[in-house]
């Protein structure tokens, strides 16, 4: 291979590590200190304390989970019921377009979206219109991104498309989802191409 060839791979192996750190999913736990910090901006933002929040609201599910964060990855499952009619088609429109920005920056992103197609066991799912699974860095990004001045605007959408939701966190035992696989096989791909063409050149 001629020195041309050497340049294009060893920028695609500096751009795959770079997206490899950035994408992260093995980070350092919240402190107590970094997490009240955050709790408190969350209170202030949205105008109510974690002690007058109700049961299963956002800010004291999280204020639970700060104790016991590890620093790594989570997928938070989503059920949602969600309104009928144009503007509430609309609305989810909106949310999507305000929110993928801010979850996309912190290498969040959808892992699956599906529309309920019938009941297997429980009564449970006849309220659940639409489940989606997305993936969070970590749990600091995840409070991070409720504290992005951006937010209320993108829950106002959230809260004017859907009759309910509840979302719940897990992190997999077994997963086939594998992003880094993925684009490191790009990556491979497109370092052969390169050859290819650059040998030809």
Do not use: C
Not at 18 to 42: C, I, N, S
Not at 170 to 179: A, L, N
Not at 183 to 189: K, S, T
């Amino acid at each position: 291979m001629g020195p041309a060839a050497w340049i294009w791979l060893s920028l695609l192996a500096v751009s795959y590590a770079a997206f490899w750190v950035w994408y992260g999913g093995r980070g350092r736990p919240l402190t107590k200190q970094e997490g009240d910090r955050l709790l408190a901006r969350m209170e202030q933002m949205h105008g109510v304390s974690r002690d007058d929040a109700p049961p299963g609201s956002l800010t004291r599910n999280l204020a639970d989970m700060i104790p016991h964060d590890d620093g790594g990855e989570f997928y938070a499952v989503n059920l949602e019921r969600r309104k009928g009619g144009a503007e509430a088609l609309a609305a989810e429109k909106a949310y999507t377009r305000d929110l993928l920005p801010i979850l996309l920056s912190r290498a969040g992103h959808p892992v699956f979206v599906s529309e309920r197609a019938g009941l297997m066991l429980g009564e449970y799912g006849r309220s659940i219109d639409r489940v989606a699974i997305v993936r969070y860095r970590s749990l600091r990004d995840l409070l991070a991104m409720v504290t992005d001045p951006r937010m209320p605007a993108a829950g106002a959408h959230k809260f004017a498309a859907l009759e309910h939701t509840e979302v719940f966190i897990t992190r997999p035992t077994i997963s086939f989802v594998q992003v880094r696989l993925l684009i490191g096989l790009m990556a491979v791909l497109l370092g052969l191409a390169g050859v290819v063409v650059l040998a030809r050149g």
